[in-house]
């Protein structure tokens, strides 16, 4: 027999019986049917598992705005896990979303002809729609492992009469718990609220840190990915493709290529900065005008579709305004050329700065390529040079523009209410100016977007419709793979209407969403129009850009190359690379559905 989930989102304001801290949290009411007990672990049978890559289908009952949300939530199954979506073809089996009343799917692959995952009024959110996926790829709820009560009270008494059987474990006879922790961050883990009858918590966690912790609309935590990929036997990505924060004695898969008495090197501080990991800088340094080095990665070779990819990093600049990290590729024609074909995909100069701050490169390699960092001395004196950390390269498109806000925790503590950050006006791809809000109200704080005048008005069609802004409070954890970001969008729908609270001052603390102090968000304003006909959107370009000059002799063979290798004892210490720019420096089945949800 078949187990369906179903789930019905619900955002509210509490009554006085469940207190302050039900402010404006998720509560997770389910379908009525004959649930049967629910557990985070993996179905046992091998027969339910899709291929890595599943087939799906975009009901037209859907909106667009739903439609672009299940992209964004496949975009993560592709960076996180082996697991891919692709639209259907002619498949037997195949996911067919659609919005039905709440939230629900199967779990496990169950049905041929089409099976129905429900996205639902209220449910077009990333992190519920990765909770109803991981249903049907085979996974049911964290809170319903057979160990759970190791981990978790049940407060039987709170639960609304005729839903107890929500909280029901299944023994390991019929489970699986894939060899790992339990996960109070997993987007699986019902919040401390769900099912409550008005007279306090449902859930109640053995360690007291973590009751404000689950449930949380944030992605998918890094267990999920892991027990996922252990279900399906893999343990690569679909999308990620390298990742180095300098976290041990080497220098991860980089090679080092310098001309002059310039290097990179690996260091727990630098002079003129930074001082330390994601904080504080300044140095003094000497050397030629011209004088470079080169980090460079190891070769990698493209497998997604639409041939583009994203370079991530964080950089340190107390140098001359002079000098120049560029951002090269080159590619490959095969294993036996070594001199390749050189780009230039990115370029950082002009003023210094004494903090860390997160940079994007899109890239768009069609043949085996490898990333170079280059910083390169400019003329008159420099103070210092270029830090890069924290480096990232996945086959993903860049946000279209980042803001990083200094000292973010500070100004949330200390502000007046209702005070107002606004953002640099930003362009769309078509050119639209639009901005973005925060506005402070001491213990949590709201996101907007608005359109502004731009340069081109006159030009673009108006007004404007069915574009998706796509914001996200980005989890500073090093590891792209490792983070839980906080996701939001908007659409240009002329009959909706949205208001956001977007996080409160305890949230923003339990996870990298800062650090040193400051915040960042990442947007993306996307055209889905073509969603209203197609189940997936067209492949996107990269942004033309104007770099300053290169010198021509730019691409030299090196005076001597440094292949690093992983060390023997690791650190504990929190690193960066440095450049000076002058001298180195399961359930068994029953009848009727199974009751499950978020």
Not at 180 to 196: K, L, P, R
Not at 357 to 379: S, Y
Not at 562 to 571: K, L, S
Request: glycine share 8%.
């Amino acid at each position: 027999m078949s187990v369906t989930v179903s789930c019905l989102f619900l955002f509210y304001w509490p009554s006085a019986a469940t207190g302050s801290a039900l402010k404006n949290q998720k509560l997770s009411f389910y379908g009525r049917g004959q649930a049967k007990s629910n557990l985070r672990s993996s179905t046992l049978d091998e027969n339910r598992r899709w291929p890595t890559s599943v087939p799906y289908l975009l009901d037209s009952s859907l909106g667009v705005h739903a439609k672009g949300i299940i992209l964004q939530a496949f975009e993560q199954f592709r960076l996180k896990t082996c697991i891919d979506f692709s639209p259907r073809i002619n498949e037997d089996y195949f996911i067919d979303i659609q919005k039905q009343s709440g939230c629900y799917s199967y779990v496990g692959k169950v049905f041929s002809g089409g099976q129905t995952v429900s996205i639902g009024l209220g449910c077009a959110f990333v992190d519920i729609v990765e909770h109803e996926l991981l249903h049907a790829l085979g996974f049911y709820h964290e809170q319903s492992r057979y160990d759970r009560d190791d981990h978790v009270t049940i407060v039987w008494n709170n639960i609304i009469e005729g839903y107890a059987n929500n909280f029901n474990k299944v023994s390991e006879e019929y489970s699986s718990l894939l060899n790992t922790s339990y996960d109070y961050t997993s987007v699986m883990h019902y919040d401390g609220y769900a099912f409550t009858n008005g007279n306090g918590s449902t859930i109640l966690t053995k360690n007291p840190e973590f009751q404000d912790v689950i449930g949380k609309s944030v992605e998918m935590s890094s267990t999920d990915a892991l027990e996922l990929n252990r279900l399906y036997h893999c343990n690569v990505s679909v999308s990620f493709l390298e990742h180095c924060s300098f976290d041990d004695e080497g220098l991860c898969e980089l090679a080092v290529c310098s001309r002059g008495s310039s290097g990179w090197e690996r260091v727990n501080r630098a002079d003129g900065g930074p001082h330390s990991d994601h904080t504080r800088l300044g140095t003094d340094s000497e050397g030629e005008e011209g004088d470079s080095t080169r980090l460079i990665t190891r070769r990698m070779t493209p497998s997604t579709p639409c041939q583009i990819q994203c370079l991530q990093f964080y950089y340190y600049y107390s140098g001359n305004e002079t000098d120049q990290l560029n951002i090269w590729i080159r590619e490959f024609d095969s294993e036996e050329d070594v001199q390749g074909t050189r780009m230039l995909m990115g370029q950082i100069t002009g003023s210094p700065a004494d903090y860390w701050q997160i940079h994007h490169v899109p890239l768009n390699a069609t043949k085996t390529f490898q990333v170079e960092f280059e910083g390169r001395k400019g003329a008159g004196s420099s103070g210092g040079g270029f830090s890069v950390d924290d480096i990232n390269l996945s086959e993903t498109e860049c946000p279209h523009q980042t803001w990083q806000i200094r000292n973010f925790e500070e100004l949330l503590n200390t502000s007046a209410y209702d005070t107002i950050i606004y953002s640099p006006r930003y362009y769309s791809r078509d050119g639209y100016g639009y901005q973005y809000l925060v506005i402070l109200r001491t213990t949590f704080f709201g996101l907007y977007v608005r359109l502004v005048s731009g340069d081109y008005d006159e030009q673009l069609e108006w007004p404007l419709a069915w574009r998706q802004f796509q914001a996200l409070m980005v989890d500073q954890n090093p590891h792209m793979q490792q983070r839980m970001s906080k996701p939001q969008s908007l659409t240009t729908d002329p009959a909706a209407m949205n208001n956001w609270r977007f996080m409160n001052l305890d949230d923003l603390r339990k996870r990298d969403f800062l650090k040193g102090g400051d915040a960042v968000f990442s947007f993306v304003m996307q055209d889905i129009r073509p969603l209203f006909t197609n189940n997936s959107l067209p492949c996107t370009g990269i942004p033309q850009q104007n770099f300053t000059s290169v010198p021509e002799d730019s691409d030299y063979s090196c005076s001597r190359v440094i292949r690093a290798t992983t060390p023997t004892t690791p650190t504990t210490t929190m690193t960066t690379t440095t450049i000076t720019t002058t001298t180195s420096t399961t359930n068994p089945d029953t009848e009727g559905p199974d009751v499950d949800g978020k």
